[in-house]
């Protein structure tokens, strides 16, 4: 009997408790120069058949648990077991199956990189099958992109709602065309804003994501602005801004290396990051819950948190240029997660050594160093 299913590399970090069901297989598009994940993986659709087995499966695994949660003497309840499996999975689908149960059971993710591009009936028919083989899933959410979304006419993703999708999350990345054009994002800003429209529209819910910095130091203003005028058209539910880290992984490494891409510093990036938040006017909650963002606590609900969310970008520039060094060190090595660790002693003492060893003595790490240590932070 089988005891695995597919599970693919990434899902968004707030679907880190996610019971992970792969559709597709890897990324359509595939070309963007900034994304490393599915490099030289090719594309594949997934027959409903194949999918719907895979959600069999997870049931099996689930049931399983259930039937050792009896045998334990924990009357069915599964929160308990799951956690003891945890420590100990059979494998990944365990794992997953294990984690999900953990957090209540009530939340999937459907991989890969662009679900939506499944025809209608047989992404809905995969929806409906997963509601009913685990009735406890209220919540369904799935990758997607703006130019698919767009493709689709507004009754197909009613329908898709009305089978239970909840959640799309977008990579918008830049509201700017020669930002998205140079990345080869595939999209332009026009298609950015039909889409997401027509999925605000439907009633599912949408996640936009943008990345900070990626225009560089070129075109970090335009970024800002035309990806804000982007985002107030189409005023998605979320905002979630990551900062863009590059390794050798992904295109965009030997643009940076041949010195065709420029990177913005962190201190530029948060100017940027201002300049965004000063022009949006949408009502999207805005999130910064990646480790990339140098400053993680700007968050908020727009329009009335705005002042708040700006205010954090002040306290940092009033820092002395001392201060905001030993902040984007503490932050970058991971010892530091809010602006306020700064004043903890011990922590500043420590990233004081770390300095010290990361710039051999010179008190005073350069840009590539940070560049580096950022990078780390993706995979
Ligand atoms: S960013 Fe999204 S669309 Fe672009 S290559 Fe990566 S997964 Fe594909």
Redesign the pocket.
């Known amino acids: 009997m089988a005891n695995s299913f597919e599970i693919g590399p990434i899902r968004p970090p707030s679907e880190a408790y996610s019971l992970l069901i792969r559709a597709t297989i890897n990324?359509?598009?595939?070309?963007?120069k900034?994304?490393p994940?599915?490099k030289g993986e090719k594309f594949r659709l997934r027959s409903v058949d194949e999918i719907k087995q895979d959600i069999k499966t997870a049931k099996i695994i689930q049931d399983k648990i259930k039937k050792i949660s009896w045998e334990y003497g924990y009357g069915g309840r599964v929160k308990e077991i799951a956690g003891m499996l945890l420590n100990n999975p059979v494998n990944e689908s365990f794992y997953n199956v294990a984690l999900w149960l953990y957090a209540g059971g009530e939340n999937a993710f459907l991989q890969?990189?662009?679900t939506l591009i499944m025809r209608t009936n047989e992404l809905a028919e995969v929806i409906r099958f997963l509601k009913e083989t685990l009735p406890s899933i209220n919540r369904i959410t799935s990758?997607a992109?703006s130019k698919t979304a767009a493709k689709k006419k507004p009754q197909e993703l009613i329908e898709l709602r009305d089978a239970g999708l909840s959640r799309l999350h977008i990579?918008l990345?830049s509201g700017y065309d020669p930002v998205l054009q140079y990345m080869d994002?595939?999209v332009t800003a026009a298609d950015h804003i039909i889409g997401g429209r027509r999925v605000v529209e439907s009633g599912i819910s949408l996640c936009e994501y943008v990345v900070l910095g990626l225009g560089g130091k070129e075109m970090w203003r335009q970024h800002a602005t035309e990806t804000a005028r982007v985002l107030n058209e189409i005023d998605p539910d979320f905002i979630r801004v990551r900062t863009l880290a590059v390794n050798n992984k992904m295109p965009l490494y030997s643009e940076v290396e041949n010195g065709n891409f420029i990177r913005a510093t962190d201190e530029e990036i948060l100017e940027e990051e201002k300049l965004l938040i000063e022009h949006l006017e949408c009502h999207s909650n805005y999130v910064s819950d990646h480790i990339t963002n140098l400053l993680q606590e700007i968050e908020g609900k727009l329009p009335q948190d705005k002042g708040k969310m700006l205010t954090c970008i002040d306290r940092f520039q009033a820092l002395s240029s001392e201060e905001r060094a030993n902040f984007r060190i503490g932050r970058r090595v991971g010892i530091y997660s809010r602006l306020d660790d700064i004043y903890d002693l011990h922590k500043h003492q420590v990233v004081e050594q770390v300095t010290h060893k990361l710039s051999q003595g010179r008190n005073e790490v350069d840009e590539e160093t940070i560049h580096a240590l950022t990078g780390r932070f993706i995979g």
Not at 27 to 32: A, D, L, V
Request: proline share 5%; net charge positive; with cysteine.
């Open positions: 990324c359509p598009w595939n070309r963007c900034f994304c994940t599915y890969d990189a662009n990758y992109r990579g990345e994002k595939g």
